[in-house]
C-alpha cells in the first residue's frame, strides 16, 4: 500500500540563491531575444513588404523556416553548431563556454521570425491611405514610414509584442537541451538532487503563473490605457 | 586528428565535461560545485597533462554535458574531457576515444524492500523503468523480447526521472548501474525502503570520454590513472566515495570494491566489456 | 570536423534487435502524429467551449473562461506537462492513483501529453476563437437576434459560421505549434519523433544525421499541415467576401 | 402598436436616452431625426429589447419589453429591423438569408420558406440574385434583400436604423422606393434616417432627438414648417441647406 | 496648370483609365463625379503620381508627373491632397500634423512652421484644438484640419478626393464652407464630390466620368442643364431626386 505523497518543500529556502541565479539566465535570454528579435524582426518585415524580390522572398524563407521547426531542436542546432562557427569566424578559442550564447543567439533569430510577423501584421494594419496622405505631403517612402507608419504600427503592435515576450519567457524553460540552468533548469536540478523533483515543479510551475499572469495583466492594462489615449 | 595537447598549450585551457547529477560519479553538492569519484579522477588527469605540458598555469573550464550531448561536444570540440558515468563500448568507439577504465559496474535492480522482488524474473508482467540511452535500456528491452516476460519498460529522461518513476509506485523496478543505483538511494526520502538486487545482467566499463585518434593525448591521460590505480591512492578515492558518507545527504552507500574492480586496480586497461 | 558521416545507420537492425533505426524513427514519426492529431480534437473542442463563453454576457461563466485561459497560458508547457505526468497522479485517491500508475506506461505517457497538449493549445484556441467572435461587427450579433433567434441560435446560425472562417488562418499555426510543441513530451519517456532522434544519438553516435532527418520531419509535417490548412481556407471561403478576410 | 413611456438609459453616468416618451398607431410611419449621438439609435433598439433600458416601459402590440417575463425572441419575430450596415449574414446565400429564420424560429418548413422568400426577392426584384451571396451584391441590393429578410417574417411592425447612409448616393434612392411601397401598403414603421426627401413624402410624424431627448415629436407638416425648438430649426438649416 | 492627356491606366486586364483627357487652368475649379468604381478616385490620385499610370501624360505646372526623372516628393509638395477619409496621423496632435512636412520636407524652422499652422488654424476655425489629437476632434474638425494641413504647404493647387462623404451630414456644410472660400480666394481645386450643390455654386467646370472614361467635360451650366450622355442623365435623376 502506497501512501500519499508526503510534500517537503525544506530543500527550496537553501536553494534559492541558486534559483535566483537561474531566473537571471532567463531574464536575460528573454531580454537581449526580445530586443534583438523586434530589431532583427523590423528588418525581415520590411525586407517582406518591399517590391524587390530578392529581399522579400529571402525574408519569406526565413520566417517559414524557423516558425517549421521545434524550438527545442533550433536550440539543439545552435548548441551544436553556433559554437563551431563562431570559433572558425571570429576566432573564439575552443572550449569557451558558448552554451548561453548559442542559447541566446538561437531564440533571437527564431524570435525573430515571429517578431517579424507580428511586425508585417502591424504595418499592414495602418491604414493604406496614411502612406498615401504622407507621399502627397511630399514625404518620401523613408520619410513616410518612419514618421508616419512605423510609429503607428509600433503602436498597434505593442501589445502582441509584449506578449509574445512573455511567451518568450515562458520558452527559456526549454534551454535545459543545452544543460543551461535557466530559471527551469535551476528548479529541476535541485529537485534530482535533492530528490524533490514534485516539489520543485509545483513550486517552479507557480513562480511562472505569478510572473507571466502579473506581466499579462500588465499588458491589458496598458492596451486599455493606448486605447483610450 | 587534432592535436589536443598542442590546442591546451596554446590556450592554455582546458575544457572538461562533467555530469550533474550522477552520484557518486560526477554531480553538483548543493554549493553546485562538482565533484564525485569520476571527477577526482579527472582532475588527476589534468594535473598530468599540466606537468607534461610544463605549463605555469592551466585555465580549467568545466561544462556540464548530458548523456545525449556529450559525445557531440567532444566530437566539435567544446570539450576536451569528459570523466563521468560513461560507458565505453564499440559502438562508441567509432566516434570518440577512451581513456582506460576507471570503474566497472554491474547491471542491477532496484526495487523497494518490501516488493517481494528479488531479482529480474519476478518482474514478469510489471512495469519496470530504466534510464532512456542506457545499456540497461537495451538489456532490458532484450530480455523482455527474448523471455516474453511480458514487461512494460517505462524509459525516463534521467537518473532522477527514472527513480521518481519508482519511488512514487508506477514501476515496481528500476535497471540501472550498480553503483548509479546506490547514488539515487543516497538522495532518496527514505533511504531504507529501498534495496538493490538482482544478479547483475551485465558488466560495463567507465572510461574518460577524450576525441578519437589523439594519442599522445590518450597516454597522458591513460598514465595518470593508471598511476593513480596502481599506487594505491585510487582506494582512498575509492573509499571517500563509496565507503564513507557523502553530500548532498551525508548518506554512506556502503558499496565495498568488487572483484572486477580489485582486478581493474591491479592490471588497468582500456577495453570496453561486451 | 572528424565526424564520421555515415547515412546508412538508418538501414542498420536497432541494438534491441527487430527493427531497424529507420524504423525506430517512423515509429517516433507516427507517436507525433497520433498524438498531436488527438490532442488537437481535444483543443478544438475545448477552445470553442471555452471561446464562446468568454464572449457571454454572463459574468459568472465568462469569468470561470477568462481564469481557464490565464491559468493554461501562463505555465510553460514544459512544466504543465512535469505537473499532468508526476504531480496529478501523486494527488488522486491512493488506490485509484495506485491502479493508474500500474497500468501500461504507453497509455499513461500518452494521456498525459494529450491533455497537456490539448488543454495547453485550447487555452489559445479560446483566444481565437473570442477574438473571431470579437471581431465580427458587433451589428450581425443584433441582426441574429432581431430575427427572433436565441442567443444560443444566434451563435450557432450567425456569429459561430462566420466567426470559424475568420479564425483558420491563425488557427493554422496553432496547428502548426501542437506539432512542435508534442517534441516536449520526450521528457517525460514518451517515444515521439524528437525523442527517437535522441535515442539514435544514444545508440548509434551520430547525431547530425539524425537531427537532420528529424528536422525534415518537421519540415514535412510542416507543409502538409499548411496545404491542407490552406485548403480548408479555399473550401470555407465565403464568395464575395474579400479574400475570405 | 409600440407605446414608448418615459424611458431612460444611462451607460455609467452617462445619460444616452432621458424620458423618452411617444407612441406610434398601426400603419403609422415615423421618422427620427437629430445629431449624431443623439440617441436614436438607441431609442429605436430598445424598441425590440435589443438595449436594454433602466427606466420607463416599452409595449409593443400589448407586450412589454423590459418585463424579464416576456420572451424576448418571440417578441422580435415579429418586429422587422433593418441595420445601417445591412447585417445580412455573409455566409448563406441570399435565399438562405430568407429562410434562415422562418426555419428555425417560425418553425416553418422547406417549402414554405423557400416560397415565401423568393415571393419577397420578386417584390425587391432582386429574385436572379437568389443563389449569390452578400458580398456578391451592391451595397443598395444588400440593403433590400435585408429588407425583404425581415419581411419573411411577417413583422406586424418594421423598425429601420439609418438605412441609407451606408450606401452609394446612386442607390439611396432604389432603397427609398422600397420603403416608401411598404409604406403605402399600410405597414407600421419606425425609421431613423436624415432623408428629409423621405421624410417629406412619406412619414405621418417627425421625432426629433437631440442627448437623448424627444425634442420635437410632430406631424410631418408642422415639423418641416415651423419646427419650435431652435436645435431643431439649426438641423434641417445645416441638412437642408446644401 | 494640370493638363491631362490621354491617359490610360489598367490592373492586370481591368481597365480603370481610358484615354481621359482634360485640363485645369490657373484658378479654375472642377468638379469630378460619377458613380461608384468610374476611376475618379484613380484619376486624380494619378495627378500628384500616387497612382501610377501606364499610357499618356499629366503635367502639373510644366513638370511631367509619369517622367522617371521627375522628383515625385518635390512635385506632390507644391500639390495640396484631401482624402476621403482625412488622414490625419492619428499619432501626432493637430498643430505637428500641420508642423510635420514643413519641418521634414520644406526644411522651414520650428517657429515659422508653427506660425504658418496656428495662421491656418485659424482660418479653419481650430486655433483651440490646437493642442488635441485627430481622435478627440468631430469628422467637420478633422476635415477642416486636413485642408489646413495641405494649405501650409503652399500647395499651387488642391485635390480633393470626397472631402464630404465620410462626414455626418451635419457637418458636411462646416467642410463645404472652407472650400468655398478658398475657391473664392482663387485657388485651382480639382474636387472629386457628389455635392451637386457645391458644384453648382462653386465650379467652373463639371467632369463627369463612367467606367474610366470622361463622358462629360463641361461647363457648369451647360452639365446641370442639359447633360448629353444618357448615363450622366441618369446619374443626375438618381443623384438630385431625393
Ligand atoms: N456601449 C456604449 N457604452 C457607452 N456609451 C455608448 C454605448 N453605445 C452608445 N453610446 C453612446 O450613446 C450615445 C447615443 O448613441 P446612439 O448610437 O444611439 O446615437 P445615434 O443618435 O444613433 O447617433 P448616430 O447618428 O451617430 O448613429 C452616443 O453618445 C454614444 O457615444
Ligand atoms: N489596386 C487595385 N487593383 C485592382 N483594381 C482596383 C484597384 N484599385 C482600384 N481598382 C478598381 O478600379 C476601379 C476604379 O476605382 P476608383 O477608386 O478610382 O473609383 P471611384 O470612381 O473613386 O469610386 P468611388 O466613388 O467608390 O470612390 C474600381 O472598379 C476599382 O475596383
Ligand atoms: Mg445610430
Ligand atoms: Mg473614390
Known amino acids: 500500500m502506497y501512501e500519499l505523497y508526503e510534500f517537503d518543500w525544506s530543500s527550496i529556502p537553501g536553494a534559492l540563491p541558486f534559483l535566483w541565479q537561474g531566473m537571471v539566465v532567463s531574464l536575460e535570454i528573454t531580454f537581449v531575444a526580445v530586443v534583438f528579435g523586434i530589431v532583427w524582426g523590423t528588418a525581415l518585415a520590411i525586407m517582406r513588404l518591399s517590391s524587390v524580390t530578392p529581399l522579400s522572398w529571402f525574408a519569406a524563407g526565413y ?92 503602436r498597434n503592435m505593442v501589445p502582441l509584442l509584449l506578449t509574445q515576450g512573455i511567451i518568450l519567457f515562458q520558452d527559456t524553460s526549454l534551454v535545459y537541451v543545452s544543460a543551461l540552468a535557466d530559471f527551469f533548469g535551476a528548479a529541476y536540478k535541485v529537485g534530482d538532487r535533492d530528490g524533490r523533483l514534485v516539489e520543485m515543479l509545483l513550486f517552479a510551475g507557480a513562480v511562472y503563473f505569478v510572473i507571466c499572469f502579473a506581466a499579462s495583466q500588465w499588458v491589458r492594462h496598458f492596451q486599455k490605457k493606448l486605447k483610450t489615449a | 586528428a587534432e592535436d589536443t595537447l598542442k590546442k591546451i598549450k596554446e590556450t592554455g585551457t582546458i575544457t572538461l565535461g562533467h555530469r550533474e547529477s550522477s552520484i557518486p560519479f560526477s554531480y553538483y553538492d548543493d554549493k553546485q560545485q562538482v565533484i564525485g569519484y569520476s571527477h577526482e579522477l579527472m582532475l588527476k588527469a589534468v594535473d598530468a597533462i599540466k606537468a607534461e605540458l610544463k605549463l605555469a598555469k592551466l585555465d580549467i573550464k568545466l561544462m556540464p554535458v548530458t548523456s545525449s550531448n556529450r559525445i557531440t561536444l567532444i566530437q566539435n570540440g567544446s570539450i576536451d574531457l569528459e570523466c563521468g558515468s560513461t560507458t565505453n ?123 578519437k585518434d589523439d594519442p599522445a593525448f590518450k597516454k597522458v591521460v591513460d598514465d595518470a590513472l593508471t598511476r593513480a590505480m596502481t599506487s594505491g591512492e585510487v582506494n582512498k578515492i575509492y573509499d571517500k566515495w563509496f565507503m564513507q558518507p557523502i553530500p548532498p545527504k551525508g548518506l554512506n552507500l556502503d558499496f565495498p570494491l568488487s572483484d572486477a574492480m580489485k582486478a581493474l586496480y591491479k592490471s588497468p586497461n582500456d577495453k570496453a566489456y561486451e | 570536423m572528424g565526424y564520421n558521416w555515415n547515412w546508412g545507420v538508418f538501414l542498420q537492425p536497432s541494438a534491441t534487435g527487430g527493427d531497424t533505426y529507420l524504423g525506430w524513427m517512423f515509429y517516433g514519426f507516427k507517436m507525433t502524429i497520433a498524438l498531436s492529431l488527438s490532442a488537437w480534437m481535444l483543443a478544438l473542442a475545448t477552445g470553442a467551449v471555452v471561446g464562446v463563453l468568454r464572449t457571454v454576457p454572463n459574468k459568472g461563466l465568462s469569468g470561470i473562461a477568462r481564469a481557464y485561459v490565464e491559468l493554461f497560458r501562463n505555465i510553460p508547457l514544459l512544466v504543465q506537462l512535469f505537473l499532468w505526468y508526476f504531480v496529478l497522479p501523486e494527488l488522486l485517491p491512493t488506490s485509484l492513483g495506485n491502479a493508474y500508475k500500474q497500468s501500461n506506461p504507453l497509455a499513461q505517457q500518452f494521456l498525459a501529453s494529450m491533455v497537456c497538449l490539448g488543454l ?32 444560443p441560435q444566434t451563435y450557432r446560425f450567425v456569429m459561430l459560421p462566420m466567426a470559424v472562417r475568420l479564425i483558420v488562418p491563425p488557427l493554422t499555426s496553432e496547428f502548426l505549434n501542437i506539432f512542435k510543441n508534442s517534441a516536449v513530451c520526450s521528457t517525460i519517456g514518451l517515444l515521439e519523433l524528437a525523442a527517437q532522434g535522441r535515442q539514435l544519438v544514444d545508440y548509434t553516435a551520430q547525431p547530425y544525421e539524425s537531427f537532420i532527418a528529424v528536422t525534415l520531419a518537421y519540415l514535412i509535417i510542416n507543409v502538409v499541415v499548411m496545404f491542407s490548412m490552406r485548403w480548408v481556407e479555399e473550401r470555407v471561403r465565403v464568395p464575395g467576401y474579400l479574400g475570405g478576410k | 402598436m409600440i407605446s414608448i413611456d418615459n424611458v431612460s438609459k444611462h451607460y455609467g453616468s452617462f445619460q444616452v436616452l432621458a424620458d423618452c416618451t411617444t407612441q406610434v398607431s398601426k400603419g403609422e410611419v415615423i421618422v427620427v431625426c437629430g445629431p449624431s449621438g443623439s440617441g436614436k439609435s438607441t431609442l429605436i433598439k430598445c424598441v425590440n429589447g435589443l438595449e436594454p433600458f433602466q427606466k420607463g416601459e416599452i409595449t409593443v402590440n400589448g407586450v412589454s419589453v423590459g418585463d424579464p417575463k416576456t420572451n424576448l425572441s418571440k417578441l422580435r419575430s415579429h418586429v422587422g429591423m433593418v441595420f445601417q450596415n445591412f447585417e445580412l449574414f455573409p455566409h448563406m446565400s441570399i435565399i438562405d438569408n430568407l429562410r434562415i429564420a422562418q426555419l428555425k424560429v417560425l418553425g416553418r418548413g422547406m417549402d414554405e420558406a423557400t416560397e415565401k422568400g423568393f415571393k419577397l426577392l420578386d417584390r425587391v426584384g432582386l429574385r436572379v440574385q437568389a443563389e449569390k451571396y452578400p458580398g456578391q451584391l451592391s451595397g443598395g441590393q444588400q440593403q433590400r434583400v435585408a429588407i425583404a429578410r425581415a419581411l419573411a417574417m411577417d413583422p406586424i411592425c418594421m423598425l429601420f436604423d439609418e438605412p441609407t447612409s451606408a450606401l452609394d448616393p446612386e442607390m439611396v434612392n432604389e432603397v427609398l422606393d422600397v420603403m416608401t411601397e411598404l409604406a403605402k401598403e399600410g405597414m407600421t414603421m419606425m425609421c431613423v434616417t436624415h432623408e428629409m426627401g423621405f421624410a417629406r413624402r412619406v412619414a405621418n410624424r417627425v421625432i426629433f432627438m437631440d442627448q437623448g431627448r424627444i425634442v420635437e415629436d410632430d406631424s410631418k407638416d408642422a415639423f418641416f414648417e415651423h419646427a419650435r425648438s431652435e436645435r431643431a430649426q439649426q438641423f434641417l438649416a445645416k441638412i437642408l441647406h446644401h
Not at chain 2, 150 to 160: E, N, P, Q, T, V
Not at chain 2, 193 to 203: E, T
Request: hydrophobic letters at 45%.
Open chain 1, 63 to 154: 520566417v517559414n523556416l524557423f516558425r517549421s521547426v521545434p524550438l527545442v531542436m533550433v536550440l539543439l542546432w545552435f548548441f551544436l553548431i553556433i559554437p563551431h562557427l563562431l570559433e572558425s569566424l571570429l576566432g573564439f578559442p575552443r572550449g569557451t563556454d558558448m552554451r548561453l550564447g548559442s542559447a541566446i543567439a538561437g531564440f533571437a533569430l527564431f524570435e525573430a521570425a515571429y517578431y517579424s510577423e507580428i511586425i508585417r501584421a502591424g504595418i499592414q494594419s495602418v491604414p493604406k491611405g496614411q502612406m498615401a496622405a504622407a507621399n502627397a505631403l511630399g514625404m518620401n517612402y523613408r520619410q513616410a514610414m518612419q514618421r508616419v507608419v512605423l510609429p503607428q504600427a509600433f
Open chain 2, 89 to 211: 563500448n564499440t559502438e562508441r568507439q567509432k566516434q570518440v576515444g577512451f581513456s582506460t577504465t576507471m570503474f566497472i559496474i554491474g547491471t542491477r535492480l532496484m526495487t523497494k524492500k518490501d516488493s517481494g522482488i528479488k531479482d529480474f524474473p519476478d518482474l514478469a508482467g510489471k512495469n519496470v523503468v530504466t534510464t532512456a540511452g542506457t545499456t540497461s535500456e537495451r538489456l532490458l528491452r532484450k530480455m523482455n523480447e527474448d523471455k516474453k516476460m511480458g514487461m512494460s519498460i517505462i524509459s525516463a529522461k534521467d537518473h532522477g526521472e527514472s527513480f521518481l518513476t519508482l519511488e512514487t509506485g508506477r514501476a515496481v523496478g528500476f535497471m540501472m548501474d550498480d553503483a548509479l543505483l546506490y547514488g539515487e538511494m543516497a538522495k532518496a526520502k527514505r533511504a531504507g525502503d529501498w534495496a538493490v538486487v538482482g544478479a547483475p545482467q551485465s558488466y560495463e566499463a567507465y572510461g574518460c570520454m577524450m576525441r
Open chain 3, 120 to 151: 495547453f493549445t485550447s487555452a489559445r484556441v479560446a483566444e481565437q476563437v473570442r477574438s473571431g467572435i470579437n471581431s465580427l461587427p458587433p451589428g450581425q450579433k443584433n441582426a441574429g437576434l432581431a430575427m427572433g433567434f436565441t442567443l
